[in-house]
């Protein structure tokens, strides 16, 4: 995330410690009790949490996917925000269930690699393995650790016990590389990380990666087949339905199509490589 | 909406003012962080806000449904609740983001008629056009004006900023017309507004414009080429599987199947036109 | 739902009574304005109320999917918890509005069955048909009661009017069979009550009904046209995309495949027999 849009320093005008916020992920969906269930134990520690949904439709067992989506929100949160983010295809099997502490927050997930984004990107991350079962619930099903093991542990933070007495010190956890911009001359290549409701698709490439390359209006754009000239500052710089590249919400290049979906018009999918090039100097003006 | 719909005046028994009470419409879909990332920022300026998403699935870019499935719901919170309404096409364009006061509450969102049904139905209205960047985030990306902007300026009325030092009075906001009916003799034409979750459509015919044309029974409704006898009561007043048509809970005219979806049986659409005649008095008993 | 899976009994470490939480489950979807204006009619009463959305997916007018899965997470909130249930595919007819007490909390909604499983497996539970008008909303609509009745009657409760106020104990409320599993001999036949999310079928035989049977590992399981050997205990015990037997996270057994869709890849659905037999002894080791 780019921290330059990170929300202001605002004083907490809140009587309650800001660690009531929970914010949760995951891959349950809406039309099960699931997400329910793990609310119902949150509450039963603490009914007074602030409970909010980042998702429960990240693609099912998709790791990666969750990885990305729920870190383009958790930045926004206030300190001290405790994120519950369960995508857990190992649920029952040896993955650790693990607490991620850092100066900006705590989360709490399975050990796949589901916390990349946050060990990449901020300070002082300590990562502690659960494994004291007196704070999970009294049966734990092999199945359904998002109610009887992590809502569990977050119900005793929420109760103020300390993290410290839940688990034990790790420095082994499972990272994924976030995928990294290849840059060769005055060209990026880049990949698609995530295509999202509207059918745009946000790449790895930032805007800093694009500084030292050319002026916006120089740059050229291919992906899926297509070849697309500039980058512009806002949808308005385009007519409708036409392609568009921008610099998107989360601070990453994104293509577009305005008023339009491009995942569908120009067939954009999660994966698929983007090449930046400046473009030679005819024609500029 | 049918103000003898809205709830009792209850006293209100919370020790806070109600104005922490927010309510959230957009087409930012659930699957991503977009929905999250407003929310950290709300919660940023005010951890206690009670949050209420009135819907995510606006259709891209509609902002004709997204006025009125917000105003289906919004006139039975609180005096004083804030919505936040984001169905912005014109997103870092020339439109300007406003903030709308009224003796019901504050609509903050983009100037692009998506608070035609509250200036056509509240008292007081005032507009403002929100032209004060400092109760902005540090930085405003251009596409992402819902976390950006408006959720920041929301935080800022949850921290007691009065509206008058966020912006200037404006009178050229934008409205489109709230679809009128046409009355000729004893018959009436309208069309259907909206068709909701389970295929009914409601039209923007209201109980009021029926008052003077005849017993409901005497009603003829004559809707995507088929022909309804009665307006009737309950839903239980035709066999299951039948088409019927009634009063619904918006105070308007409904085309539904009972225990069926009309949408898809009938095959009544968005737009569709609608005829009430009374019918020839044979037959009347 | 297995009681040992409910949760801890932790210390209400609020100030607040419990009974300010309230669970929603509709079919009500969440395009529409529906769950917003039931919302908004509750918050109207008391702005502070812990608003928990459970699911508003349930299909059209599915009162016994509605009983199940609301069910399978209700147990899991605080004592005094109020859970407000609309599938109601008789409003306004002749169904009764109904509230039930038990020890665990009150549940409140159409008197259709869709609380069967709240008879089932509760204590001291008392109905009352609700039916003092003046705690409904000033007008009724004929179609809208999850807004006009249920949410009123809900937050009269938080307001600490007494349910006796309110309605009128009956006896004869409506409820429907937990379906039963069938023994013969060292096999039991039973059904598939739900199939959740991501395709898993869960099925009304629990741990109990299994536990004089055999040792988990000599069962065969014939369910949707294959057989599957062995109950497991988590999914890691077999390959990936291999179906897998075991007791879910609401105590019952469960198929699935796993990381796969037991619903696409099986065919497994709603109603369907599943037959439990203890294998012969040949190649037990």
Redesign the interface.
């Known amino acids: 995330m780019n921290p330059?849009?990170?929300?202001?320093k605002?004083k907490?005008?809140?009587q309650?410690p800001?660690n009531?916020?929970v914010?949760l992920t995951t891959d349950?969906?809406?039309?099960?009790?699931?997400?329910?269930?793990v609310?119902?134990?949150l509450?039963?520690?603490?009914?007074?949490t602030?409970?909010?949904?980042?998702?429960?439709?990240i693609s099912?067992?998709n790791v990666e996917e969750a990885a990305f989506?729920?870190?383009?929100?958790?930045?926004?949160?206030?300190k001290g925000?405790i994120h519950l983010v369960v995508v857990d295809?190992?649920?029952?099997?040896?993955r650790r269930p693990i607490a991620v502490r850092t100066t900006r927050g705590i989360y709490v997930g399975p050990d796949n690699g589901v916390f990349s984004w946050v060990y990449a990107n901020e300070q002082k991350v300590e990562v502690l393995h659960l494994n004291q079962r007196r704070f999970f619930?009294?049966?734990v099903?092999?199945?359904?650790h998002g109610?009887?093991l992590f809502a569990?542990v977050v119900?005793y933070l929420l109760?103020g016990v300390s993290l410290e007495k839940m688990g034990t010190p790790i420095r082994d956890y499972v990272r994924f590389p976030i995928s990294k911009v290849k840059r060769r001359g005055r060209s990026l290549k880049g990949a698609i990380i995530?295509v999202?409701?509207?059918g745009n698709a946000i790449t790895n490439i930032t805007e800093k990666d694009l500084q030292h390359l050319a002026s916006p209006r120089r740059m050229t754009v291919r992906v899926g087949g297509i070849e697309i000239r500039g980058i512009q500052?806002?949808?308005?710089s385009v007519e409708r339905m036409q392609p568009i590249v921008?610099?998107?919400?989360s601070?990453n290049l994104?293509i577009a199509i305005r008023?339009g979906?491009a995942a569908q018009e120009i067939g954009v999918r999660l994966g698929d490589s983007i090449n930046v090039e400046t473009s030679p100097l005819f024609g500029v003006c």
């Open positions: 330059r849009f990170l929300p202001l605002v907490n005008t809140s309650k800001p009531k916020v914010t349950y969906g809406e039309r099960d009790g699931f997400v329910g269930a609310k119902g134990v509450l039963s520690f603490c009914s007074e602030q409970l909010i949904d980042i998702t429960h439709q099912a067992f989506v729920f870190y383009s929100a958790a930045p926004f949160f206030p925000t295809p190992g649920v029952g099997g040896k619930l009294k049966r099903s092999a199945t359904f109610r009887d569990s119900g109760q995530h999202d409701h509207f500052k806002t949808f308005s921008y610099i998107g919400g601070g994104e008023e979906n």
